[in-house]
């Protein structure tokens, strides 16, 4: 059981040792860098000596009784309670421009069934003058129509009466040939009375 655990210790060990070689070619550079930078920062610090670091020490000391003097507890500095201020103007005008949008669209809603009505009282009124012009309309169609049927026994009786006088010519040729026969008779009577005579 030893054997088996130190051996999945060293298959373990293993694949960290490949991970590492494997990011070896991104680590070294980072750490050739750290090292780099932090040797030029420490040329700025004496190595032999603590004074620079203590005056560090108790400037940072002042400096945080300072901060909490002027902010103690959860008293908010100056430029946060100034922002904050200036965020609940903005919603407060932001409020007052969304009721002012709200009182307009209630006016407009108001409004438009105001005029809606009055357009449908128009409409209403046009459908009734429509209503009223129909029925002399209707009256005129169907007088057209009689008017039409009119001229078209009209045009029909022309032509009956031209059949009727082309019958009529023929015994009015019979009756101009018997009055010129009785003509033709009357002359020999004459004629004769003239010879009695």
């Known amino acids: 059981m030893i054997l088996q655990g130190v051996d999945f210790i060293q298959v373990i060990a293993d694949i960290v040792a490949a991970i590492l070689n494997f990011l070896r070619l991104f680590v070294n550079p980072l750490g050739e860098f750290m090292v780099s930078w932090m040797e030029f920062v420490l040329q700025f610090f004496p190595q032999n000596g603590l004074t620079v ?19 103690p507890g959860d008293k908010k500095p100056g ?28 006016k407009l809603e ?27 309309t209707e009256e005129l169609e169907e007088k057209g129509e009689d008017l039409e049927e009119e001229a078209v026994e009209l045009e029909e009786k022309p032509e009956e009466l031209e059949d009727a006088i082309e019958e009529l010519k023929e015994p009015a040729q019979e009756l101009e040939e018997e009055a010129a026969e009785l003509d033709a008779k009357v002359e020999e009577l004459d004629e004769e009375l003239e010879k009695d005579e």
Do not use: H, R
């Not at 670091?53 to 902010?71: E, K, L």
């Not at 009282?121 to 009223?132: C, H, R, S």
């Open 110 to 136: 108001e409004e438009v069934p105001e005029e809606a009505k009055a357009i449908e009282e128009k409409a209403e009124e046009f459908e009734e003058v429509i209503d009223e012009l129909e029925e002399p």
């Open 53 to 71: 670091y203590i005056i560090i020490a108790i400037v940072i000391v002042i400096v945080g009784f300072g901060v909490n003097i002027i902010w």
């Open 79 to 106: 430029f946060l309670a100034k922002a904050e201020e200036v965020d609940e103007k903005i919603e407060k005008k932001a409020k007052d421009l969304d009721k002012k949008v709200e009182d307009k669209a209630k």
